[in-house]
C-alpha cells in the first residue's frame, strides 16, 4: 500500500548510491533534494525569455517584475507570521548584513552584540566584519555566549545570564533557532522576551530551522529574522534567501541600505526623487529578483502547499523519535548521541559525536560506501530526516550499517 509519504518522494530526485540503487539521503540541513518540477519551472522561465525578451517583465503569466513576491504567502504559513513580514531575496548572509545595517544601532554604551559561541562562521563574519565598517571593534563588542567545548551545546541558563548581565551595553542578540552542528534547538521565545524587557534588539537565524521545526514568528516576536532555502524547502544549491522583519519594524524611517526595489513599482523610475522604501519587510528589497533562482523555490513551494503543517512536523517527530531511539539503543563505543537524553520534540538534525576525527571520517566513509548521505563537521556527524523523501525504513538502513550489519 502507498501511503501519502511515498507519493510525495515520488516528487523528488533521489540521488544514485554506488551502482544502481538509490541513496538514502539524510542532508537536508545542507541540501535539500531537488524536487522534479524544478526542471520544467525552470524551462517554463527560459521559454519566457526566448519567446518575450523583456517583455517577461510586466507580460509573462506570472511577471518577472514581481516574481518573488508570492512566495511569502506559503512561506509566512510555514513560518507563522504575515506575507507583509516575509521577503524573498539575496542570500542569507546578505540579508543579515542589510538587517544589522537597518536594527544594529549602537548608541553611547550600547554597542555590544551577542552571538553563541561556535557560530556559523558565515554569521560570525557577517557581524564582525559589518561592526568594523560601523566603526566597532568588534574585540571590544562581540560577545559569545558559552558553549560546552567538547560537544558545542549552549548553556541556556548562562545565555539568558549573560543577557541579563549585559542588558546595558547590548545593542543587538543575534541567535540560531536551531545550531548548525549540534541540532540544539534554542528557547528563542524566552530570549526574545527578554531581548524585548531590556530594549534589546533579536535576530535569527533560521537556516536550520525553516522546514525543521514549526518556527512560529508570531510568537517568538523577533525583530528580525534571515534564512535560506536551500536545505529543508529544497529550492536548489545557492537559492535565493530571505529576510523577516517583524511589522512593528515597517516604519519608512528605519535606515536601510536602498535600492530601487525598495520602492513602490510606481515610483521605481522616478529620477531626482528622494528614496521612500515600500512599509513592510519588501521594503528592504535592493535589486530585482533572480527569476532562475525564484523559480525552483516556487516549484519546491508549490510541494509545501500539499502537505499539511501540522502532518509534516508530527512525520519529522514519528521520525526522528525512532531514529533517536534507535541510536540511543544500537550506537557502537566510538559514537554518541549529541545533545540531552530527551526523545521528546527537537529539530531534524540530530548529530553524533565520535571519540575522534578519525572515528568520524572511518563512519562517514563507511556510510558513504553503504549508500547514506550525510555530512560531519570536525568529530560530530549531521544527520538529518525530511518527510516528504526519508522513511523509517531509512532509519533502520542507517543503524544497520552503524552497528557494522
Ligand atoms: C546557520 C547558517 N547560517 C548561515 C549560512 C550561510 O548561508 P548563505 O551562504 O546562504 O549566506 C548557513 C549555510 O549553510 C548556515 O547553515
Known amino acids: 500500500m502507498t501511503t501519502l509519504w511515498d507519493d510525495f518522494k515520488s516528487q523528488f530526485a533521489i540521488p544514485r548510491a554506488g551502482v544502481g540503487a538509490d541513496g538514502i539521503y539524510l542532508c537536508s540541513h545542507s541540501l535539500g533534494l531537488m524536487p522534479r518540477s524544478v526542471r520544467s519551472a525552470m524551462i517554463d522561465q527560459l521559454d519566457v525569455w526566448a519567446s518575450m525578451g523583456v517583455d517577461g517583465h510586466f507580460r509573462a503569466v506570472d511577471p518577472w517584475i514581481d516574481f518573488n513576491l508570492n512566495c511569502s504567502a506559503t512561506l509566512a504559513k510555514w513560518a507563522n507570521c504575515k506575507p507583509a513580514e516575509i521577503i524573498v531575496m539575496n542570500s542569507l548572509t546578505v540579508n543579515l548584513q542589510l538587517a544589522l545595517a537597518s536594527f544594529y544601532q549602537p548608541r553611547y554604551n550600547r554597542c555590544k552584540v551577542l552571538i553563541e559561541s561556535s557560530a556559523f562562521p558565515s554569521d560570525e563574519i557577517a557581524i564582525c566584519s559589518h561592526l568594523m565598517v560601523r566603526g566597532v571593534d568588534p574585540h571590544a563588542h562581540l560577545l559569545n555566549a558559552d558553549c560546552d567545548p567538547e560537544t558545542h551545546w549552549v548553556d541556556v541558563d548562562r545565555l539568558l545570564t549573560t543577557i541579563e548581565d549585559h542588558k546595558e551595553d ?236
Open 170 to 405: 547590548l545593542a543587538c542578540v543575534i541567535l540560531p533557532m536551531v545550531k548548525h552542528d549540534t541540532g540544539q534547538l534554542l528557547p528563542v521565545q524566552a530570549i526574545g522576551q527578554l531581548c524585548r524587557q531590556y530594549g534589546i534588539i533579536f535576530g535569527l537565524d533560521l537556516a536550520h530551522a525553516l522546514g525543521s521545526v514549526p518556527v512560529d514568528l508570531a510568537k517568538i516576536d523577533s525583530d528580525f529574522a534571515v534564512f535560506c532555502t536551500y536545505k529543508y524547502l529544497c529550492a536548489g544549491p545557492g537559492a535565493v534567501g530571505g529576510l523577516y522583519v517583524n511589522q512593528r519594524n515597517f516604519s519608512a524611517s528605519v535606515p536601510r541600505l536602498g535600492g530601487w526595489f525598495g520602492q513602490p513599482s510606481s515610483i521605481r523610475f522616478n529620477v531626482n526623487e528622494r528614496f521612500r522604501p515600500i512599509e513592510d519587510a519588501s521594503g528592504w528589497q535592493v535589486s530585482n529578483p533572480p527569476i532562475f533562482s525564484v523559480a525552483p523555490l516556487k516549484a519546491a513551494l508549490a510541494i509545501f502547499e500539499k502537505v499539511s503543517r501540522a502532518d509534516y512536523f508530527q512525520q519529522i517527530a514519528i521520525l526522528r523519535r525512532h531514529l533517536q531511539i534507535a541510536l540511543q539503543n544500537n550506537l557502537p563505543d566510538k559514537l554518541a548521541l549529541l545533545g540531552e537524553n530527551s526523545v521528546e520534540g527537537g529539530a531534524a538534525m540530530v548529530c553524533l559525536q565520535a571519540r575522534s576525527q578519525g572515528a568520524a571520517e572511518m563512519a562517514i566513509k563507511e556510510l558513504t560506501r553503504s549508500g547514506i548521505i550525510c555530512d560531519r563537521r570536525h568529530r560530530t556527524l549531521r544527520l538529518s530526516v525530511m518527510p516528504l523523501y526519508n522513511s523509517i525504513e531509512d532509519i533502520d538502513a542507517l543503524i544497520t550499517v552503524l552497528r557494522g550489519g
